[in-house]
């Protein structure tokens, strides 16, 4: 009783654990190790007729005693089973564990290999250490550095980006050392332009001659200076003329200097941004005339050409002005007619009678009235020319002398007349006298003037002062002139 009790035990013992004879036994050279580890198995298994191991790793064997590499960083559990060919089929198996750490520091990886970025934008990067399996190894600290046109790197990985836009190779750099190994890994970081800000036109002051044109072209920035290439504009060109939209200028006919008349308007996404361009249209005809003061068409056919309205204070158009300007690269001559119906000779404030006033804005800045600039003065009564300049009668106001009380001299020469209908002026006076209180025009220079027309009656009384565009613009030199 007792022996088949103990039999009837083993053999519910075997199949359970295996279903054979005996369950299969094998040993490992290795348990636990660095990748690449390598494991030899012994296989001790008895009355098997087969085999086959699962390595745990996904892979597999026949073999009676294989070897088997590991690479990747894990726990495996590996199994064999032993195969008895009965009918029915009879296996059996057994397992034990296998350990493999992360090999020896190989290379590091950052997150990012490359980034984009807008100025001062964040970015967090982090590292990662490998053995030659692309095991991640732990543990290890990890040393930021940034390259300094790039931006900045905290100790954390916290990257800032610079202002100045660019593609920047190994902007962001970390190192990690194990043991006596250090390796090391870059990141390339783009810095884009950021939002709109700004935008120029080029040439920012342009000469145009009545007719002609001129090209004009537009850069677009950040609030660092950075190009912002791609955004198209919207241009404008007010009075001056007009302007297509590629930035090609065409002139009006109205001779002037216009700050900032050229406008650029860029629009990115919510940002808008304008830019300006100033443009002098000059009048600059050749030629040489007597000073008769008769301003006779066929002795002026060479000059260039303008008609004005001389407006008064309440902005209606009372006079009209034909002005004619030449050069004969020497001499400056204007000549002057105006539909007045009387030529008045005096006048109780204007003992000269009627009479242009021209100012100068000597250095072509466009503020007029300034010491030391430039008047002309003809009239129809005596003397019939003076050659004037604003010199200052105290320290807040400026009043008009004769260039002969500075110490210079009056240089040029004027005549009025009355000839059909018409009240003349004719004046002539250097391009460049070499007297600091005249204009001076050099080849290729400019200089704008105003034209106020002082009104006198036959009777002594005062008929108005009329200037062109008006009051509103008195300061301004409305009419530009060019030398040769």
Known sequence: MKTYLIVAILL??????????????????????????????????????AYRWNFGDGTESTEQAPSHIYTKAG??????????????????????????????????????????????????FSAEALDQFDNPISGLSFTFRSLKQAGQVDSQGIFTAGTKAGIYTDAV??????DTITKNASSKVTVKPGPLDHVTVSPSNAKVFVGQQHPFQTRSYDSFGNDIEGIEVAWEADAAGSIDAHGLFTAGSVSARYPDVIKATAIEDHHQAVGTASIDIPLSGFGTATMDGVVNPAEWSGAA??????????????????????????????????NDDEFSTTAKWLPRG??????????????????????????????????????????????LSSDGEGGGSEDGVAVASRSERLNHFEIQHPLSSGDSRD??????????????????????????????????TKNVADIVIAAP
Do not use: W
């Open 305 to 338: 050409l303008r008609t004005i309205d001389m407006i008064g204070p309440n902005s209606t158009p009372v006079f009209t002005v034909t002005l004619r300007v030449m050069n004969d690269k020497t001499n400056l001559y204007l000549g002057i007619t105006i």
């Open 12 to 49: 519910a013992s075997t199949s359970l654990v295996t279903g054979c004879a005996r369950p299969p036994e094998f040993t490992l050279s290795e348990s636990t190790g660095q990748a690449p580890l390598t494991v030899h198995f012994t296989n001790l298994s008895e009355h098997a007729e």
């Open 75 to 124: 726990t495996y559990t590996v199994t064999l089973t032993a195969i008895e060919q009965a009918e029915p089929l009879e296996t059996s198996e057994v397992t034990q564990i296998v350990t493999v750490e992360p090999g020896p520091l190989s290379r590091l990886v950052l997150d990012t290999m490359q980034v984009t970025l807008t100025p001062r934008e964040d970015h967090a």
């Open 439 to 472: 204009f001076s025009l050099q080849p290729g220079s400019m200089v704008g003037f105003r034209l106020e027309y002082n009104d006198a009656q036959a009777d002594g009384s005062v008929g108005g002062t009329f200037s062109y565009p008006g009051f509103r």
């Open 173 to 178: 750099m970390v190192e990690a050392t194990q």
């Open 354 to 399: 009627d009479s242009f006033r021209i100012d100068f804005d000597n250095d072509h800045d466009g503020v007029m009235f300034e010491h030391g600039e430039d008047a002309l003065i003809v009239s129809a009564g005596s003397p019939q020319f003076r050659d004037m300049f604003l010199s200052p009668a105290n320290n807040s106001t400026k009043r």
